[in-house]
């Protein structure tokens, strides 16, 4: 009889989790500009990961966030991004979206990279940037240490070796490119061998 009733009440609960979130998710296209954060000119080349987080309810676990989608786009010389909107994506028994998402990584060689996420928290089906629009500014690393700590940290935010490094195939080359020049004595994660192996040819 105890088991019984433990059985009907994880069902009632996983069921209020299912219906506090939409049955899809689709996301609106994001349109922004990046400058340089002293003299407001555009920045070309700067990389920008936008991804879509699912969070895992209960009954699931796993290494590492799941991403429902995950895009890059690169800066032209107006300092222009573009990431696309992507249609009905059914959503997986258990999981959801993080509340603030997209979550936008922001990468470009001697600055500071960037992190942003919705201000306000959201549960709907179609997801939309605080971003879009909107300037973005970047600043120059003031310290070497301080650098390479950040490096470190966009690595982190797009779960480096867990991430589809298909998909982003511009951040991979970027964060290569500095491993090459980075001082001895400061880390940053490797790709995985098969990623090595296919990107460089090595």
Same mark, same amino acid.
């Given at each position: ?138 600043? $120059?690393?003031?310290? %070497? %240490? ?24 511009? +951040?991979?080359?970027?964060? %290569? ?17 098969? +990623?090595? $192996? ?5």
């Amino acid at each position: 009889m105890r088991i019984v009733k433990f059985i009907i009440i994880i069902l009632m609960f996983t069921s209020l989790i299912s219906c506090a979130h939409p049955p899809f998710y689709s996301a609106k296209e994001i349109n922004s500009i990046i400058v340089d954060g002293e003299t407001g000119r555009p920045l070309e080349g700067v990389v920008v990961v936008a991804q879509w987080i699912y969070q895992v309810g209960i009954g699931c676990s796993g290494d590492a966030p799941y991403r429902l989608k995950i895009l890059e786009a690169v800066t032209d010389k107006e300092g222009r991004f573009t990431i696309p909107g992507w249609g009905s994506r059914l959503r997986y028994p258990f999981h959801y979206l993080d509340d603030r998402d997209p979550r936008l990584s922001i990468f470009k060689s001697g600055y500071l990279c960037k992190e942003l996420s919705n201000k306000k928290e959201s549960n709907t089906y179609l997801r939309i940037s605080d971003w879009d629009g909107k300037i973005i500014s970047l600043w $120059k690393a003031q310290s %070497e %240490e301080r650098y390479w700590e950040d490096v470190g940290d966009f690595q982190d935010s797009i779960e480096w070796g867990y991430t589809n490094w298909k998909k982003i195939k511009q +951040a991979v080359f970027a964060i %290569e490119r500095e491993r090459k020049n980075k001082p001895d004595k400061y880390r940053l994660s490797g790709l995985p061998d098969d +990623a090595r $192996k296919i990107l460089f040819k090595e």
